[in-house]
């Protein structure tokens, strides 16, 4: 595309002229020479070209034409052109912007993806803007009868957000943190803190085990240690998390996991959660 003559003006010339005509550039027997209008342009009936420039941050030369075949343009639709030129230019650069702007939402959710969190943005009235994949999941699974898809917050959380963001505007100078919601599922729950920005609130999802009472789990004809261990299986923790919060070796956990699954008669983990969550009580750890 080098050879093309709209690309030499645009990055030769120094007030290169914003909409032309092909014919304007150079004569058609040198144009009709070049292997770009050979091999590509005269095959497709392209060879008539009423070409316009867009700036751009990613190439050096960018912009878009209308094409016919033999019959050239005239000066009246060449000017016709020029008119639309600036609305054409301003939406080419509002589709740039957005297109960055994507660009880095998507690199946010990867980064909220690897620490196991979900991203809801809202609009100022507490809609749905967007909404990371891993957010729309958690609320599809949490507030039955809502689309995974769906653009609107779930009821509940919708007056949730838009009571806290009318005592935000309400407020005179710093407002208090707001409490987080928490929506308990069976075994795990959701909990849901919203950021208070007035002109793009966000909410902060992530999902954690529900801590069980050790207590009641002695039931099952396990020790005080395998009921706490067990708890904290069913509450989603992996053995070097639960080495930490009891202070125990990893394998000294894998040894108390392997004799709660031969006492309850299962082989694995989800299994021996199953179990805890079935004789699960209010009492106090």
Not at 48 to 72: D, T
Not at 129 to 136: G, I, M, P, S
Not at 238 to 250: D, K, V
Not at 257 to 265: A, E
């Amino acid at each position: 595309m080098h050879e093309h003559p709209y690309v030499a003006h645009q990055t030769r010339s120094p007030h290169p002229r914003p909409v032309v005509r092909v014919s304007d550039l150079a004569p058609r027997s040198d144009f009709a020479r070049t292997a770009v209008y050979n091999e590509l342009l005269y095959p497709l009936g392209l060879e008539e070209q009423l070409l316009m420039a867009f700036p751009s941050h990613r190439m050096s030369v960018s912009g878009a034409g209308l094409y016919r075949h033999r019959r050239g343009f005239s000066e009246e639709e060449s000017f016709m052109v020029s008119i639309l030129h600036p609305h054409l230019l301003q939406a080419h650069d509002n589709a740039e912007r957005l297109t960055k702007v994507l660009d880095d939402l998507r690199a946010l959710e990867r980064g909220v993806v690897e620490l196991q969190r979900g991203l809801v943005y809202l609009t100022p009235e507490g809609t749905v803007w967007l909404a990371t994949a891993v957010a729309r999941t958690w609320l599809h699974a949490y507030f039955p009868g809502r689309s995974a898809g769906s653009e609107r917050l779930p009821d509940t959380l919708h007056r949730w957000v838009v009571e806290h963001l009318r005592c935000l505007d309400a407020a005179e100078g710093l407002s208090s943190p707001v409490r987080p919601l928490i929506v308990k599922g069976k075994s795990r729950r959701l909990v849901i803190r919203l950021v208070p920005d007035r002109s793009a609130p966000l909410l902060l999802l992530h999902e954690e085990g529900v801590e069980l009472a050790a207590k009641p789990l002695e039931s099952l004809g396990l020790s005080r240690r395998e009921a706490e261990v067990l708890a904290w299986v069913a509450g989603g923790k992996t053995n070097p998390e639960i080495a930490l919060i009891l202070s125990l070796s990893p394998r000294t956990v894998q040894t108390y996991v392997d004799r709660i699954f031969r006492k309850l008669g299962v082989g694995t983990r989800t299994a021996a959660a199953a179990t805890a969550f079935a004789i699960m009580t209010e009492s106090p750890r």
